[in-house]
């Protein structure tokens, strides 16, 4: 059984660069999450995607963060232009209908310069 | 932000030990969960419990709410090596969202 599927699991990019992150989520399930963890913040939060469609954005830190959800088995982190402080391990996590748990991926460390 | 806290911040046990972590929290909710988080990877669903459940078990772990203290705590019994990892509560407010607080990072001792 496959669970939640992030690509990159690293990714190093220098500031000023676009960055995307990728998300497949569990077959059926179908609302999905992305966070962002630091050490400084903990796990945040970013927003919220219910049958594909985004529920709640405010986490979002500022315009240069955007995510889409084409379908409901693919979603993207974008940060364009990337800053050193956006370096975290972002996180997409998805939850079944009807359920409260939610399953993580393993995670994208990301390191801008 | 961050809605729950947890105590202590960090826990160093022998194997064979329990582990108590405590959550605390601010606003209402509609359950609390529990997670784990081995370093280096994603984070792991442990236990559920709902606003109208005070305590619940599974397996090794032992969980309590107290809604009107606003306060949880995760048991682990008989501690085993594997249990090292970050503990995390989370509450769900109703919404769907899940806020989670800083953790405690627990090492268990062979």
């Known amino acids: 059984d496959a669970g939640v599927i992030q690509s990159p699991r690293h990714e190093v990019t220098e500031m000023g660069q676009e960055v995307t992150l990728r998300c497949k989520p569990i077959?059926?399930?179908?609302?999905l999450f992305w966070y962002r963890q630091t050490m400084m913040r903990g796990l945040e939060l970013l927003i919220y995607f219910n049958n594909n469609v985004p529920i709640d954005d405010s986490g979002m830190p500022e315009d240069r963060f955007s995510a889409k959800m084409p379908n409901a088995s693919f979603s993207t982190l974008k940060i364009q232009p990337s800053e050193p402080r956006d370096s975290a391990v972002y996180f997409c996590a998805s939850r079944p209908s009807g359920a409260y748990e939610q399953y993580f991926g393993p995670g994208t460390r990301l390191t801008v310069t | 932000s961050q809605q729950g806290e947890e105590d202590p911040q960090a826990l160093s046990i022998q194997e064979g030990e329990n582990a108590t972590m405590n959550c605390s929290y601010k606003t209402s909710i509609n359950n609390l969960q529990w997670y784990r988080q081995n370093s280096g990877r994603g984070l792991v669903h442990l236990i559920l419990i709902r606003s109208n459940e005070r305590e619940k078990h599974s397996g090794r772990l032992r969980v309590t709410l107290d809604t009107s203290k606003k306060s949880s705590s995760l048991l682990i019994t008989a501690s085993r090596a594997a249990d090292t990892a970050s503990y995390f509560c989370a509450t769900d407010g109703h919404d769907y969202k899940l806020s989670f607080g800083a953790g405690t990072t627990v090492t268990v001792r062979a």
């Open positions: 077959s059926g399930h179908n609302s």
